[in-house]
């Protein structure tokens, strides 16, 4: 089994960029597709990336993912940051016998 | 238009048995690459992923839990059953099924969650 580290929580202004890691412990991130959630107090999670870099429809094109091999994490990058992107961050992947790995979870305050 | 709607006990006791229902609409579990999944989440905590049943029925599950989990479908009923035995109050948290893809494993739609408190 892998697992995904993500930081505990990251902070920024308003209008600012911001940056959340997950870095995957063993096996190639390139391998299988990354996805992040993002969660709202009491609510469950909706997809803002899936894919590695793919955004459903109505996630505004300010959330955007990628893949870096050589530090073997995925990234979710916040551009023009708003109140409403206050949220808990989750990345997920998967392996052939573990279709659901989810990283511990980013705090994300906008301040 | 895809809903999820879990259904249970909101309350059990050590050592007795969970049973979770998922009742599902908007898409057939009987199509190619359908899934769904359970994942929980206890109070303050992260997400963990529980177990999968896809189109073909095949059965995956947390590798620190599957001793304990059992999930079956009713693709009649439209209808994921998720069993867990021994309940510890440890496991209290919000119980979450959710459709997923089994090409990239992508949740993409969720239901509200059932929250099960495990106390005697």
């Known amino acids: 089994n892998f697992m995904l580290t993500q930081p505990h929580s990251v902070s920024e202004s308003p209008g600012k960029t911001v940056t959340i890691s997950c870095t995957r412990s063993s096996g190639s991130i390139a391998s299988n597709y990354v996805q992040w959630y993002q969660q709202r107090p009491g609510s469950a999670p909706t997809t803002v990336i899936y894919e590695d870099n793919q955004r459903p429809s109505g996630v505004p094109d300010r959330f955007s993912g990628s893949i870096d091999s050589s530090s073997n994490s995925a990234s979710l990058t916040i551009s023009g940051l708003k109140t409403e992107d206050e949220a808990d961050y989750y990345c997920q992947s998967y392996d052939s016998s573990n279709p659901g790995v989810f990283g511990g979870g980013t705090k994300l305050t906008v301040l | 238009q895809v809903t999820l709607r879990e259904s249970g006990p909101a309350l059990v006791k050590p050592t007795q048995t969970l049973t979770l229902t998922c009742t599902f609409s908007g898409f057939s579990l009987s199509t190619s690459g359908m899934c769904v999944s359970w994942i929980r989440q206890p109070p303050g905590k992260a997400l963990e992923w529980l177990a999968l049943?896809?189109?073909?029925?095949?059965?995956y599950y947390s590798t620190s839990l599957k001793t304990r989990l059992t999930i079956s479908k009713d693709t009649s009923k439209n209808q994921v059953v998720l069993t867990m035995t021994n309940m510890d109050p440890v496991d209290t948290a919000t119980y979450y099924c959710a459709r997923q893809y089994s090409g990239s494993y992508y949740l993409d739609y969720w239901g509200q969650g059932t929250l099960v408190t495990v106390s005697s």
């Open positions: 049943i896809d189109w073909d029925d095949d059965k």
